[in-house]
Structures are given as C-alpha cells and as structure tokens.
C-alpha cells in the first residue's frame, strides 16, 4: 500500500471470536514505515511472557496506536463477525493519527471508507498486522486476569473464556456468568464428550 502513495497504514487484529466468554478486542496500530521489530509475529506464535515484552516495545515505537471492543452481549446480538467489524472499526476510529489505509488479518470492513487489503494469515505476512495481534491479545488477556477475580470458578486466568475441559465443566456445574455468550452452544460440547 506505501506503494500507491499512503503513509498513514494501521495494521489491524482481533482475539476472541472463538471464545465463550469475554469480548472480542481488536487493536490498530501504525508503525513507522522504517520500524524494526525482528521478534513481533503471529502473537499465537510467541509464550505470554514474550507477547508482555513485545506489547511495551510496540506500544513505544508506533506512530499511533488504538483498541476496540465487542463485549458478549454484542456479539449476542450482532453475531460474532459483525462485531469484529465493529471492534475493529472502532480500534480505527479512536486512533489518535487517522490512517489512510488499512491491513487487515482477514476481515474486511466495508463500513469505514478507507482502502484496504484484507490478507489471510495476515498477522503472520505483515508486521503491522502482527504488531495488532500482539496488542489485542495482551490487552484482553489482562482483561480476562481481572474477570478471573469476579468469577473465579470458571478459571478465566488461565483459560481466557476459551472452550478448555475445566471451563465447559465450570459452565456445565455453575451455569452461565454475564460474561458468557448465549448464542455460543457452550453446553452441548460439554454433553456430547462426556465430561
């Protein structure tokens, strides 16, 4: 995209969609087009001390940076893509330098009139991508560790809301917190494995 003339291209991420519980983060960010940021990849690639480390050198080096957020009662009503996009949409939006482009880790966002290139496997085919992945994923990981705290028996720290064996026997002995997305069949697979 520098190629045509833009100078201003936020990198854009998500984490959470395949999560029961919690909200899906997106983050945005714009590096300088001269950045070097040689251990940055894939942030599913790298352990969560890696991705802490990196996060603090991302967030020191980019031009701009910005997350949004579609919490579960969201994702409930929208459904899970849309409000990606709106997560998304708003990580762009509360950027504090406007892009004039975007890259985007698969998702493509019709609603914000900017050029994009949407790439599969993005986070890993493109540093700012990859700088996005980064973010969104420290930064709702951390939101996960404090919902851990208000509800600590479906062990949020160490699963993230993820569908583990622990969290659907959680959801299967406690039931559903607030956090939880109603439209996800959280139960059934619970059912199905035996557990």
């Keep these: 995209?520098?190629?045509?003339?833009?100078?201003?291209?936020?990198?854009?991420?998500?984490?959470?969609?395949?999560?029961?519980?919690?909200?899906?983060?997106?983050?945005?960010?714009?590096?300088?087009?001269?950045?070097?940021?040689?251990?940055?990849?894939?942030?599913?690639?790298?352990?969560?001390?890696?991705?802490?480390?990196?996060?603090?050198?991302?967030?020191?080096?980019?031009?701009?940076?910005?997350?949004?957020?579609?919490?579960?009662?969201?994702?409930d009503r929208v459904n899970v893509l849309e409000a990606t996009r709106e997560a998304m949409g708003q990580a762009v939006e509360y950027l504090s330098l406007p892009p004039d482009a975007l890259l985007i880790d698969a998702v493509a966002l019709p609603s914000v009139g900017l050029p994009q290139s949407c790439l599969i496997h993005g986070d890993r085919r493109c540093l700012s991508i990859a700088a996005a992945s980064i973010l969104a994923k420290v930064y709702r990981d951390e939101m996960m560790k404090e919902f851990d705290t208000l509800f600590p028996a479906y062990r949020f720290r160490s699963n993230k809301g993820y569908p583990t064996v622990e969290h659907r026997r959680a959801i299967f002995d406690v039931g559903l917190s607030p956090l939880h997305r109603r439209t996800f069949s959280v139960q059934r697979p619970l059912l199905d494995t035996g557990v």
């Design 1 to 75: 995209m520098a190629k045509q003339g833009h100078r201003l291209i936020a990198g854009l991420d998500e984490v959470g969609r395949g999560s029961l519980a919690g909200p899906v983060v997106a983050a945005a960010v714009i590096l300088e087009r001269e950045s070097r940021l040689p251990e940055v990849r894939d942030s599913k690639l790298l352990s969560e001390s890696v991705r802490r480390r990196l996060f603090g050198q991302i967030v020191l080096s980019a031009k701009a940076y910005a997350f949004g957020i579609a919490d579960a009662d969201r994702v």
